[in-house]
């Protein structure tokens, strides 16, 4: 069974409003809602190619901070965009409210190898496909050598390794990573890499298990991390008081997805003083990477145009005009296109001290994913809950048992939205 596909969502179905045809030499418009910046100038390139399909951005905010709900309103009212920016985690959820367009009645099938298995799997439902992958977030771990160097530490291999260097690094007052108790994403990602599957989807509904061995080996390792003071949990990567910890070498690092790179920038006078390394591994169990982040272009339900979409979508993230554009004006992350990563991301980096860290640390990771992970109709409120869970460590509840709490809360949820679950059993 691929990632997604085979699981026959409950209440989940394909309702398109039908194609219009436009009138005589008359182009079809699409509107494409998003949160990236300066979109349009990427659509332009288009445009200027395309003079039969033009392509309108109108910016959104960011999927939870009022994008989606904007979306979900106007799929609501019969109306919305051609197309829209929706995170791949959060395809399932769209679905839930017929919300997405099933690509393959238009012919996505025939380009699924132009883009990341891994990536693929991740829009594939009850044998349909829900959106286009346009961009990804395989992790790496960034990193200040000079920091290291304090205890003759390098970029650590393993986990363990990791801990280890950790410990070391409190004795010159700085932390190796933080570890964000109110934002439960990362953790999501490292249970993942040690080969967690916490919902897989079936035929008669989904099996959740979150109290396997390699997500409570990672809540494990966290919980103990934590209780040794080895990462804080004052504020979690890219906020104010990290790039302030960063830029005064209280932080040495931080094991994110490839778009931190461009956020990593931003600590003040730190031009040459960063490099790359792989994220750490379980050792012998796992994976190389995981993924952190990661978004869709997603045809709407109401598109009266939805072949047109798929068109764009597909020069979007695939041809070289596209990614190369995306990445120059709107700072897009990984190319879900193993062919091409940009043009710019092949040069040396002078900010990284002219390390070639895409080919070096990010090509590899977006080969050594978890394949078996899966997103579900409920993730952003399951995040929710896992997040409130985290947040009872500071006084004194453990992570591994603050996720089998989250786990019967979340078996809740899902059978209140009238979704068929079951708890695995051994």
């Not at 990984?334 to 990563?341: A, R």
Request: glycine share 12%; charged share 15%; net charge negative.
């Amino acid at each position: 069974m691929g990632l997604l596909s085979g699981c026959a969502t409950p209440g989940t179905q394909s309702v398109n409003a039908a194609p219009t045809i436009p009138a005589a030499g008359e182009p079809v418009r699409l509107t494409y809602w998003a949160w990236l910046k300066d979109f349009q100038n990427v659509a332009d390139v288009w445009n200027a190619s395309n003079p039969n399909i033009q392509v309108d951005v109108v910016w959104i905010p960011g999927g939870n901070a009022g994008g989606y709900q904007k979306l979900y309103s106007a799929l609501a009212a019969g109306g919305g965009p051609d197309l829209a920016q929706v995170e791949l985690r959060s395809i399932p959820e769209f679905m839930l409210v017929n919300g997405l367009v099933d690509l393959n009645r238009y012919g996505a099938k025939e380009h699924e190898h132009l883009y990341d298995p891994t990536l693929w799997k991740q829009v594939s439902y009850t044998g349909g496909v829900y959106g286009i992958p346009q961009d990804a977030g395989p992790m790496g771990m960034f990193y200040q050598p000079a920091i290291l160097d304090k205890v003759g530490g390098s970029a650590p291999k393993t986990w363990d390794e990791w801990a280890a260097l950790a410990a070391e690094l409190r004795s010159v007052d700085s932390y190796l990573d933080c570890f964000p108790i109110s934002d439960a994403s990362p953790f999501a990602s490292f249970a993942g890499q040690a080969g967690a599957q916490w919902l897989r989807p079936e035929e008669d509904g989904w099996v959740i298990n979150m109290t396997d061995d390699a997500t409570l080996n990672t809540a494990r390792f966290f919980d103990k991390a934590i209780d040794d003071d080895l990462v804080t949990t004052a504020y979690g990567a890219f906020s104010p008081g990290w790039f302030a910890a960063a830029g005064k070498g209280g932080i040495a690092s931080t094991v994110t997805g490839s778009w931190g790179d461009a956020l990593v920038q931003g600590v003040s006078g730190s031009e040459g003083k960063w490099r790359v390394a792989p994220m750490p591994t379980w050792g012998d169990t796992g994976f190389g990477s995981s993924y952190l982040g990661g978004s869709t272009a997603a045809v709407l339900a109401n598109s009266k145009h939805p072949k047109e979409a798929l068109e764009f979508a597909v020069w979007l993230t695939t041809s070289k005009e596209g990614i190369d554009a995306e990445i120059k004006h709107s700072g897009i992350g990984w190319s879900p296109n193993p062919d091409f990563i940009g043009t710019d991301r092949q040069q040396p980096s002078a900010f990284f001290g002219g390390q070639r860290y895409n080919e070096e640390v990010f090509v590899p990771a977006a080969q050594q994913q978890n394949p078996d992970w899966s997103w579900w109709p409920v993730t952003q409120q399951s995040f929710n809950i896992l997040s409130d869970g985290f947040r009872k460590k500071a006084f004194g509840t453990s992570l591994v048992d603050s996720i089998a709490a989250s786990e019967q809360q979340i078996i809740t949820v899902f059978k209140n939205k009238g979704l068929s679950i079951r708890k695995e059993t051994a």
